[in-house]
T-cell receptor, first 113, second 113 residues
Framework: SQTIHQWPATLVQPVGSPLSLECTVE??????LYWYRQAAGRGLQLLFY??????ISSEVPQNLSASRPQDRQFILSSKKLLLSDSGFYLC????????????FGPGTRLTVL | KQEVTQIPAALSVPEGENLVLNCSFT??????LQWFRQDPGKGLTSLLL?????REQTSGRLNASLDKSSGRSTLYIAASQPGDSATYLC????????????FGEGTQLTVNP
């Protein structure tokens, strides 16, 4: 069966510090991968998605970036965090060519102080 | 621009009651609609996916309906239980290709024993 992991589960970082969040998927190949952010009082916002290694599409201009160095690994990064980057970050995957059902990871709670 | 609205934002009901959660979207040209469940501090779990050509989908005590022309979907929960307490989100997908889902902000459901 497929599983999706995210780490860390929680993170507290000072403004201006770098960020690296990691997401890995097991039990499937060539998944479509997604990064979402959920901020208080706002719906889920799609940040990035990837249909293959090295292929990243950005949905929202910001100081965040994403990379997919391996087929089942998706990384969200920032060189300098802003207060507004605080939120709950969710990684999700979908079977390429399959149904549109997306499967979400447990999330990372990021607090920028 | 697609906008998804879920009303009410919060709902509290006694155990055993049947209830309906509402989702509306501004652009009726959708490809499909999904309902998700989110437990506090957790990721999302897909509950039901309705294609634009379908009118409803059922899974156990859950029934989701779709009226694309009026831009509405409902999630019906029969015989509610305390374990149903969670936030329920709906999301619409615009086209058959591409990966963007537009989410509502969710309805926070509390089922009281």
């Amino acid at each position: 069966s497929q599983t999706i992991h995210q780490w860390p589960a929680t993170l507290v970082q000072p403004v201006g510090s770098p960020l690296s969040l990691e997401c890995t998927v097991e039990g499937t190949s060539n998944p479509n991968l997604y990064w979402y952010r959920q901020a208080a009082g706002r719906g889920l916002q799609l940040l990035f998605y990837s249909v293959g290694i090295g292929q990243i599409s950005s949905e929202v201009p910001q100081n965040l970036s994403a990379s997919r160095p391996q087929d089942r690994q998706f990384i969200l990064s920032s060189k300098k965090l802003l207060l507004s980057d605080s939120g709950f970050y969710l990684c999700a995957w979908r079977l390429a060519g399959g149904t549109d059902t997306q499967y979400f990871g447990p999330g990372t709670r990021l607090t920028v102080l | 621009k697609q906008e998804v609205t879920q009303i009410p934002a919060a709902l509290s009901v006694p155990e055993g009651e049947n209830l309906v959660l509402n989702c509306s979207f501004t652009d009726s040209a959708i490809y499909n609609l999904q309902w998700f469940r989110q437990d506090p501090g957790k990721g999302l779990t897909s509950l039901l996916l309705i294609q634009s050509s379908q009118r409803e989908q059922t899974s156990g005590r859950l029934n989701a309906s779709l009226d694309k022309s009026s831009g509405r979907s409902t999630l019906y929960i029969a015989a509610s239980q305390p374990g149903d307490s969670a936030t329920y989100l709906c999301a619409v997908k615009r086209g058959s290709s591409g990966s963007r889902l537009t989410f509502g902000e969710g309805t926070q459901l509390t089922v009281n024993p």
